[in-house]
Nanobody, 115 residues
Framework: VQLVESGGGLVQPGGSLRLSCAASGFTFSSYAMSWYRQAPGKERERVAFISGGGGTTNYADSMKGRFTISRDNAKNTVYLQMNSLKPEDTAVYYC?????????WGQGTQVTVSS
């Protein structure tokens, strides 16, 4: 199993970024996927969740209305569209999958929101 994130970077407050997570090594469409983030000095927190078929999503309260999780099962990729970014969104963002009771994480991608 491999999860590879991309799309992070430096963005000004109010800006947007789209993160991608390319997955391999398992039947992607059969498993839910999540995005987590970890800010300096803070615990890792779940940002968003999407079911295997994409029909169910949920978000942490502070991301509702600003972030959108989606997936393309033909491309084995899950996305996180982040709009109206705030400085407090600065963190390393991780892709996560739980497959057959095993936990898998990507390497993370840094998102920095600053003017």
């Amino acid at each position: 199993v491999q999860l590879v994130e991309s799309g992070g970077g430096l963005v000004q407050p109010g800006g947007s970024l789209r993160l991608s997570c390319a997955a391999s090594g398992f039947t992607f469409s059969s498993y839910a996927m999540s995005w987590y983030r970890q800010a300096p000095g803070k615990e890792r927190e779940r940002v968003a969740f999407i079911s295997g078929g994409g029909g169910t999503t949920n978000y942490a309260d502070s991301m509702k209305g600003r972030f959108t999780i989606s997936r393309d099962n033909a491309k084995n990729t899950v996305y996180l569209q982040m709009n109206s970014l705030k400085p407090e969104d600065t963190a390393v963002y991780y892709c996560y999958a739980r497959i057959l009771l095993q936990h898998y994480w990507g390497q993370g991608t840094q998102v920095t929101v600053s003017s």
